[in-house]
């Protein structure tokens, strides 16, 4: 048998499928790369805002609510929006300040977990999606979610932000992205 082949006669190089393909592994390579690539997006938002900007922004999450160039464009952020709309879903009122400093983190980190444990799903089943070790990933995330679907729904206005904004919050997701991929394929590898 050619070594390229897998044992099922598939050549992962042609079908761009890797060779050993599990959604369960993916999802769990996925949500823990997410986890960690969140925690990265958010201590280098810190970083960025300390050193750039000379201070950080100040919100009821901290720098684990992970919306910087909103915070300073806005003054709240959409991790706020979220978790202020899940208390009215399911308690029926608004989060107090302290409240909101769990739930808005709580958030940001579902959100994070949540598109990557998807990501390490079409991972398995697609090698292409993974070029670029995370970067487009995390370009994806950054398009999708800040630049359309928070000012769809309305809990973001970038429209209103400077070029530094928008600068600071594509470098972020790209942190994100990145170090997503690169916890995802190191916790794959350990499942195997």
């Known amino acids: 048998m050619d070594p390229r082949h897998t044992r099922d006669g598939r050549n992962p190089e042609r079908t761009g499928t890797p060779p050993d ?87 940001h980190y579902a959100f994070g977990a949540g598109v990557s444990a998807a990501y390490g799903v079409v991972a398995e089943q697609a090698s292409w999606a993974t070029r670029g070790s995370g970067a487009g990933f995390g370009t994806l995330v950054w398009v999708a979610a800040d630049e359309i679907a928070m000012p769809v729904i309305g809990w973001a206005r970038p429209q209103r932000y400077p070029i530094s904004a928008h600068l600071q919050s594509f470098t972020s997701h790209l942190v994100f992205g990145v170090t997503t991929e690169v916890t995802r394929r190191a916790v794959r590898r350990l499942l195997r």
């Open 21 to 107: 393909t599990n959604a369960l592994k993916g999802v769990v390579a996925g949500l823990v790369g997410g986890l960690v690539g969140t925690w990265f997006m958010s201590e280098f938002q810190a970083l960025w805002s300390r050193y750039v900007d000379g201070y950080e922004p100040r919100s009821p999450g901290g720098r684990h609510d992970a919306r910087d160039w909103q915070e300073k464009s806005e003054g709240d952020n959409a991790n706020e929006h979220a978790a202020q709309a899940m208390a009215h879903q399911t308690l029926g009122r608004s989060l107090s300040d302290r409240e909101l400093g769990i739930g808005a983190p709580v958030m």
